[in-house]
């Protein structure tokens, strides 16, 4: 057979060391193609030998060229056998490893060899005895060459055939003593490595049944780890196809195993977009270069299913270092990305609602606020509060308020759609992120939409849930506003919309943010108020209004800080709630009221109030006991008054709350009833002993066109069928407090019977009236009033006079420069420019008149007609 030739150099391996010549695997696949042709060497030497060795004659047959020929031939053949079998062992292709101790051996032998062959080729030809002579150099030769291939022992069969062959032919042709002697030294070097390698063979033999075992111990624990599905295996030919899969996983793509054989294994591989095809493209890379890979997360192309895994693999080559494909195995990473899907779930959004947390919805709003080349841009935030969810999670319990806040979430997602993210912030506190958008008109049409919505009822359990909502908005321009800038002035706003009422929205000003500066002012101060006295007590008289008595006295805090006069209580009351001062300041207010009870009498009470966050203090019982005590007074001497708040939190501890306080023995009584809650089962529940009518129903009352006398007959009538007392607050004129006598109620307290005043007066005063009180005040209630100076024509009887009105109402006027006017008369007040009223006199003195317009008029206009009047507000 022949062979191609080809230029061979030194390469360079996988670690970047150059190869040797004997290395190349190209050029240890030439030598293996040669050593191939010994066959038909070892047939034709043997021929040669017999030959020479049953016919001596035929070396006279033979000529020089010939001889050398052949001589040439074998020489050469044992040269390049010995060449491969050490090149090949080298590279561990051939396993008789024991036998390169003949190595060294085996190459001076053949050199030896040809030298010997070569002055026996002269020696034959130029002597007599030149046959004796060829014997000789026909045995060197040939143990040479048995030498050359029983170290190499490439084709066995082939070895042994010709060691027979040249051990029968040496017994024959035996004619001298050199012969012999070659032919013993060469026998016996051939024996020993014959034992060699039948020792070899045994080991072999051993080792291999050993590997097989090892296979398949491999192979049976590879099954059971594929049964076990803790991962699979995969092999592909070097165009990509699949030339093994694991059954496990042919049977999850709903395939036979055989199907999937001769398909490429990029097959199995689902196509991606996006960012999530770097994975994929990492893939294709390694396949197509032919470098390993490990644990690239792919996504299987399994019908109907999302399914993940992890595959890795490496190339696999030959003996020669051929290319022959990819081998490698892949993990299921299903559970793990569900696992992770979870956790990241659980990282960004709320369990219960599912609404992004505050962590995620943080996250969006500070990207919102910044472009994708991280320019600030327009954006919005809207905090919204829940009204009323304690009282529905305190009544119905948290589960009814869990489902309240699912349906709530629905609610604003469904409201606020694609124009932004609802989060939630915890408790009942909720953010929505609205980005590309600051027309405050377009976001108060959102708020309102959300409080009109969350203001309808939600069907709960049966039930009949009604809550509501407080926004409050902040809104960046795009001017580079932080995301906590933007959230601490949405909560401002927030603040501001509680403050208003509940149940609106407002959008953040700077305003409120000195508001805020303001109220930590007023918090830090409270806290030395009372270290420094700062604050003390106000009474205001509570008369009983049969007998015109003062039976006790409303306890009113003031604060008079030092540099800075008295501040309100509207201001300082709020803050003390919400810093949980009210505690420490409500205790005092305690303390000192039953002090001022002892100096008044035993015939007095004095009424303190208590806020909600008082009224769920546990100790607050334990404070009561010890300050009537400490002051020396009767418990009922002290009156609780209790405002509708309380009945927010419509619970168990509640009622034992009311329980506890009525065993003390103090009063209690219902404050502001009918602004609040008005939980009119309570009344019957809660151990009251008075209720007190809110003056927003009181001022006015005696008007015949309100409705407040109404309200205060019912309300009287209500405390009445309760055995309880009624005190009607805020009375100021002599007609309300008519009315107020007239309905029946039982205590009055307000202007009309006194201010609040200092402990001293309080005391001056029942000194000098012995505890009676005279009622001072307005007839009926007045409109606030315009002081002006305007000379008017005033029309009466076919009479025209001139009059200078001196303040105005919009129902009335007074008159100046008419004298005796009869009650009722009928006149005309003409204020130029076409403006004339219809009035009726309602009273007269000397030379001024009250008059009452037939119709309310607009003051503002009126005195437009003439710029020139001079005005001021009078109350």
């Not at 062992?89 to 010997?116: C, D, E, Q, Y």
């Not at 024959?172 to 030294?185: D, E």
Request: charge should be neutral; aromatic fraction near 8%; charged fraction near 20%.
């Amino acid at each position: 057979m022949g062979v191609r030739r080809t230029n061979i150099r030194p390469t360079v391996d996988d670690k970047g060391n150059d190869e040797s010549l004997f290395d190349s695997p190209e050029f240890l696949t030439r030598v293996l193609r040669v050593a191939q042709l010994w066959h038909y060497v070892l047939i034709g030497r043997a021929l040669t030998f017999f030959a020479f060795a049953i016919v001596p004659g035929v070396a006279g047959f033979l000529t020089q060229p010939v001889q050398w020929l052949v001589m040439a031939a074998g020489v050469g053949c044992d040269i390049i056998l010995a060449v491969a079998g050490q090149s090949t062992r080298r590279r561990g292709v051939l396993p008789n490893g024991r036998l390169r101790k003949f190595a060294m051996l085996t190459l001076a032998l053949i050199a030896a060899g040809s030298l010997l062959s070569a002055a026996a080729m002269f020696a034959a030809i130029a002597v007599p005895d030149g046959s004796r002579h060829f014997h000789a150099f026909t045995a060197i030769q040939i143990g040479s060459l048995l030498v050359a291939a029983s170290a190499a022992a490439i084709v066995r069969p082939a070895f042994f055939a010709f060691a027979g062959a040249t051990a029968l032919g040496g017994a024959i042709g035996i004619a001298s003593w050199p012969f012999a002697v070659a032919g013993l030294v060469f026998l016996g070097l051939l024996i020993v490595m014959m034992r060699e390698d039948i020792r070899h063979q045994r080991r072999a033999t051993r080792a291999q049944r050993r590997a097989i075992g090892d296979q398949q111990r491999a192979l049976n624990l590879m099954r059971d780890f594929e049964r076990a599905g803790r991962g699979w295996f995969w092999e592909t030919d070097r165009y990509g196809q699949l030339v093994y899969i694991s059954p496990t996983v042919a049977a999850r793509l709903g395939r036979e195993p055989s199907d999937l054989l001769g398909k490429p294994f990029t097959d199995l591989i689902r196509k991606r977009i996006g960012n999530d095809e770097n994975e994929e493209r990492t893939l294709g890379f390694s396949l197509s270069s032919r470098t390993p890979f490990k644990e690239l997360t792919v996504q299987a192309a399994v019908p109907g299913e999302e399914r993940w895994w992890s595959i890795s693999g490496h190339p696999i080559s030959n003996e020669l270092g051929n290319f022959q494909g990819f081998r490698g195995s892949g993990t299921d990473l299903t559970e793990k990305k569900r696992s992770e899907r979870e956790i990241n779930q659980l990282a960004r959004y709320d369990t219960l609602t599912g609404l992004a947390n505050r962590a995620h919805i943080t996250d969006l709003l500070e990207r919102a606020l910044k472009s994708h080349i991280g320019q600030p841009q327009p954006c919005a935030l809207l905090l919204m509060d829940l009204d009323r969810f304690k009282a529905v999670n305190d009544t119905l319990g948290h589960p009814v308020g869990d489902q309240l806040l699912q349906q709530v979430a629905g609610r604003l997602t469904q409201i606020v759609g694609d124009k932004g993210q609802v989060g939630r912030l915890g408790g009942d506190e909720f953010q929505i992120v609205v980005p590309q958008i600051s027309q405050p008109e377009k976001l108060a049409a959102i708020a309102n939409a959300i409080i009109l919505s969350l203001a309808k009822p939600f069907a709960i359990e049966g039930e009949q849930v009604r809550i509501g909502s407080s926004i409050g908005i902040a809104v960046s321009e795009g001017q580079g506003v932080t995301a906590s800038s933007l959230v601490r002035n949405a909560d401002l706003a927030l603040y501001a919309a509680k403050d208003a009422g509940r149940g609106v929205y407002r959008f953040y000003a700077d305003a409120m943010h000195n508001q805020a500066s303001e109220r930590r002012a007023i918090e830090d101060a409270l806290r030395d108020a009372l270290a420094k006295d700062e604050l003390r007590l106000l009474y205001q008289p509570i008369v009983d209004v049969g007998s015109e008595r003062i039976t006790g006295f409303e306890a009113l805090i003031r604060w008079h800080r030092a540099g800075e006069g008295t501040i309100s209580p509207s201001k300082f009351i709020p803050v003390a709630e919400e810093s949980n001062l009210i505690i420490p300041i409500g205790e005092w207010i305690i303390r000192t009221a039953c002090a001022s009870i002892a100096l008044l009498g035993p015939g007095y009470r004095v009424a303190v109030n208590v806020s909600p966050r008082q009224f769920a203090n546990e100790k607050l019982p334990a404070t009561i006991l010890s300050a009537v005590s400490a002051a020396g007074i009767r418990p009922e001497q002290l009156e609780l008054e209790i405002t509708e708040g309380v009945f927010l939190d419509e619970s168990p501890e509640n009622l034992a709350m009311f329980q506890k306080l009525k065993r003390t023995g103090v009063r209690l009584a219902l404050d502001d009833f009918g602004t609040g809650y008005s939980a009119l089962g309570y009344l019957k529940k809660a151990p009251f002993d008075k209720i007190k009518i809110d003056q927003s129903f009181v001022l006015g009352a005696a008007d015949p066109s309100s409705m407040n006398g109404a309200i205060i007959s019912s309300i009287v009538g209500l405390a009445t069928a309760l055995n309880m007392e009624t005190t009607a607050e805020g009375v100021e004129t002599h007609d309300d407090l008519a009315l107020i006598r007239g309905l029946g109620c039982s205590h009055v307290q307000g202007y009309i019977y006194g201010r609040p005043m200092e402990l001293a007066e309080v005391l001056a005063l029942l000194r000098e009236g012995g505890g009676r009180v005279e009622a001072r005040g307005y007839k009926s209630a007045r409109e606030p009033r315009l002081t002006i100076f305007r000379t008017i024509q005033v029309a009466s009887g076919g009479y025209q006079y001139e009059a200078i009105v001196r303040n105005m109402s919009p129902r009335g006027a007074l008159v100046e420069g008419l004298w005796n006017v009869p009650t009722g008369t009928r006149l005309t007040l003409d204020f130029g420019a076409d403006q004339r009223l219809d009035a009726e006199a309602r009273w007269s003195e000397a030379n001024r008149v009250g008059v009452r317009f037939a119709a309310a008029v607009d003051i503002d206009a009126l005195l437009a007609s003439k710029p020139g009047t001079a005005a001021r507000r009078a109350a």
